[in-house]
Structures are given as structure tokens and as C-alpha cells.
């Protein structure tokens, strides 16, 4: 079996390569100058006018993917760019990261505006606001926001984006958002990852009914890869498995319009990674940083860890394909695992998921032979 599941992994790999999108790592630069991090605003009529920053690699090169990365509550663009290193995996990959900066009303000089701001525009404590009725649908509020700003950058004559690999990824209330956008603009980005996060909408619709009802004429197969620590204090574990039954419902709906478990509620495959005698071998030593003076704390610093045990449930479409990655991350709490311990709300243990993240995005562009249904990979495995 295990020599099976690895020729299906290569088999897949170079089907992805040839599914019609261009490689980045083919033709000319796009991008010859040295690597850039710029602030940019969008304003359009309409919607929440917000700040953004753009990364864009030394190593671009033209039809580049793109990944849209929604930062937490209590922490600004920079500071997430800081802890995820996704500018860092972005130079190694060769694509642009786009960091939308949620607005703070306490930023604001006058009182009169600070007032309007927590009444009607922003957050006071720079969480997205997925919780509030105005800011769940498409082409308003700030989910018609963050699309705008995805657009303004993939628009851009300076860089070459490839529409069909542009992706996006966001923890805690931007992981929510991260639901949200998938479930609102699932034309546009054609996988999504969630990190301590929930469904759509506003964690109260494990079915999916919502969220297909939401993707309207543009549903499709949506790709979702989820995290989630088993003790986040923050965002329980629980909300984590509501997004995972949130997407199994959506993608069961999308493929015929129906919810008949045309894909399955159980996972195909479950791998467990770090579970033996090793893990507890530097127990006494010394551990990261982050045990205290951190938002909060790291439990595998007490034991020295390298990284967390973690549990991975792979879940399939009804060909059998890869559809949907579930990381469950065992004693980590409300951080962002494998980061920058420089930045907020992050725990330099492992997994690297950041890079995780990465490789299945990479795995699942828009259009792809897993969304066309043309491969039975049930018949791979047989």
C-alpha cells in the first residue's frame, strides 16, 4: 500500500504540472529588481477603504501564483509577514504575497472619528470582522474588500500573476474570513487554507448548505487545507472541526448539486507524524522562548520539542482525489506554529506550516484535473 500511495503521490504531482497553468519556475523574469515590501491603499466606492502590503520576490517570474494572507486580531500586516515568513517562502518559491491590514478606529486623531470607526468601519482591535451581518457577502463590506485588493494586484503591468494559482490564507479571525472569502469568491481563489479558524458563516453551519448557497453560480471544487492545535485556549479545537465538516459540505454539494456524500465524511487516508519513542528525548532541556513573554505560551518549549505530533486526515472527492487536508497539531495552543518568534502569536516549533501550505497550494490550481474530474484515483490505488 505504502508503494501504491507513493506512485499516486508522483503520478499526481506531474499531472498538477501539466494541467494548463503556467510553472514559475519557466520563462523570463517577470521581476529583475531586488525584492520589494511596499505599503499600497485600495479605495473603491462602496466598500471599506484598507491598507495593504505587497511582497514581491526577486525571483518572480511571469505567471507567478499569488497568496492573499488575512492576519489575526491584535496584529497589523507587518507583523504577520514577520511571524508566518511568508516573505521568506515567497523569495525561496518565487510567487507575491499580498497582506490586507484590517483598519483600527483607535488609530484615528479625532474623537468623532474614532467613534464612527468602532461603529461602522473597522476593528479596535484589528480582528476581521466575520462575525458581523454586513461583512459576510459578496461585493460588500470587507470581504468585497479584500477580492478588490486581490484584483488590484493581480491587475498590476509591473508583475505577472497566474489567475489560476492565486490562493489565500489567514489565522484565527482571519482564518474565519479565510472561510468566508472561499465560501463568497470561490472563483478567485482556487484553494484556501484556515488556520485556527472556523466555517462559514460565522461558525454556524457545519452542513455547507450556506456556504454553497453562498458560491452561487461560481460553485466549484474548493480545495481547503486546515490547522488547528488541540490546545488553542482561543479558538477550541472544536471550531476547527466545525470548518472541516463546513468544507466536506460545501464540496459535497458543489460536485452535483446535491448533498448525497458524494464525498465522504471520513477521511481517506490518516497519517500521524512525530509519535514515538523520540519525542520526549530532550524532556529537562531547555526550551524556546516563547514559554513566557509571548501573547501565548508554547507548550512544547517545556519539553524542548522540534516539533508538535501531528495528526493529518486527508480527505478525498468522489474520484478518490485529494480534496481536503486536515492538521491536527497536538498541544499547540493560539500561535502560529513553525514561525518567526519575532513576530505575535507564533511558536517557532514545527510543523512548518507555512510551507505545508505551500505545497498544497501548489498541488491544487484552478482548473486542474482533480476540479475537471478527468482522474480516478481510486483506480491509481486499486
Not at 490586507?100 to 468623532?112: H, L, R
Request: glycine share 10%; hydrophobic share 35%.
Amino acid at each position: 500500500m505504502l508503494a501504491r500511495l507513493l506512485l499516486l503521490a508522483t503520478a499526481l504531482l506531474s499531472l498538477t504540472a501539466c494541467n494548463g497553468s503556467s510553472s514559475s519556475s519557466g520563462g523570463s523574469p517577470a521581476n529583475t529588481q531586488a525584492a520589494s515590501f511596499k505599503q499600497f491603499r485600495f479605495e473603491q466606492d462602496g466598500l471599506p477603504s484598507r491598507d495593504y502590503f505587497v511582497y514581491v520576490p526577486a525571483s518572480l517570474r511571469a505567471n507567478a501564483p499569488l497568496v492573499v494572507y488575512l492576519h489575526g486580531c491584535n496584529q497589523n500586516a507587518q507583523q504577520a509577514a514577520i511571524g508566518t515568513r511568508w516573505n521568506e517562502t515567497a523569495e525561496r518559491f518565487g510567487f507575491v504575497v499580498v497582506y490586507p491590514e484590517q483598519k483600527n478606529p483607535n488609530n484615528e486623531e479625532e474623537p468623532a472619528d474614532q467613534t464612527n470607526g468602532h461603529l461602522n468601519d473597522g476593528n479596535g482591535i484589528n480582528c476581521w470582522n466575520w462575525f458581523r451581518p454586513e461583512h459576510l457577502n459578496r461585493d460588500e463590506g470587507e470581504p468585497g474588500t479584500i477580492a478588490g485588493i486581490t484584483h488590484e494586484v493581480m491587475a498590476r503591468a509591473d508583475i505577472s500573476i497566474d489567475p489560476n494559482r492565486v490562493y489565500l490564507s489567514g489565522m484565527s479571525a482571519g482564518g474565519i474570513m479565510a472561510s468566508t472569502m472561499g465560501a463568497t469568491y470561490p472563483e478567485l481563489y482556487a484553494a484556501i487554507a484556515v488556520v485556527a479558524g472556523c466555517g462559514y458563516p460565522a461558525c454556524g453551519d457545519p452542513t455547507g448548505s450556506a456556504a454553497y448557497q453562498a458560491m452561487g453560480n461560481h460553485a466549484r471544487r474548493l480545495p481547503v487545507i486546515l490547522f488547528h492545535g488541540t490546545a488553542d485556549e482561543i479558538a477550541p479545537i472544536a471550531m476547527g472541526e466545525d470548518a472541516l465538516r463546513q468544507w466536506l459540505g460545501a464540496n459535497d454539494w458543489s460536485d452535483n448539486s446535491q448533498p448525497d456524500q458524494s464525498v465522504p465524511a471520513t477521511p481517506a487516508q490518516t497519517y500521524n507524524v512525530g509519535f514515538d519513542e523520540s519525542l520526549f528525548a530532550n524532556v529537562g532541556n531547555e526550551g524556546d522562548t516563547c514559554i513566557r513573554n509571548q501573547n501565548s505560551p508554547c507548550i512544547g518549549g517545556v519539553f524542548a520539542f522540534a516539533s508538535y505530533p501531528t495528526t493529518i486526515e486527508r480527505y478525498a472527492d468522489a474520484n478518490g482525489c485529494p480534496l481536503i487536508d486536515f492538521w491536527v497539531i497536538h498541544g499547540l495552543t493560539h500561535n502560529y506554529p513553525g514561525g518567526n518568534p519575532e513576530g505575535n502569536f507564533v511558536d517557532p516549533i514545527g510543523p512548518d506550516i507555512t510551507l505545508a501550505s505551500v505545497n498544497f497550494f501548489l498541488a491544487n490550481p484552478k482548473n486542474s484535473v482533480f476540479e475537471r474530474g478527468e482522474l480516478d484515483c481510486n483506480a491509481l490505488l486499486q
